[in-house]
């Protein structure tokens, strides 16, 4: 029978070069400027929050309006 080979040692060897090359592009001498964020609500969290209210409002008005007219509502009676 043949002998296998481990497949790690090949994998291995093809992160180093991936690794060794991206260092050397970083250690070219090109400087990195790190900029940060402003603080506070991005538009994603405003909208999640918004659309959280609004669900709930609509669902006490449709309770309110389900106990005032047909007596089934669960806050309202």
């Excluded at 969290?45 to 047909?70: H, P, Q, R």
């Amino acid at each position: 029978m043949a002998t296998s080979r481990s497949r790690s040692t090949a994998s291995s060897s093809r992160r180093a070069t991936s690794r060794s090359a991206g260092r050397r592009g970083a250690a070219s001498g090109d400087e990195v400027e790190v900029v940060e964020e402003a603080g506070g609500m991005d538009l994603d969290a405003g909208l999640g929050i918004v659309t959280f209210l609004l669900l709930i409002v609509a669902l006490v008005l449709v309770d309110y309006e389900m106990g005032t007219k047909m007596g089934a509502g669960i806050l309202f009676k």
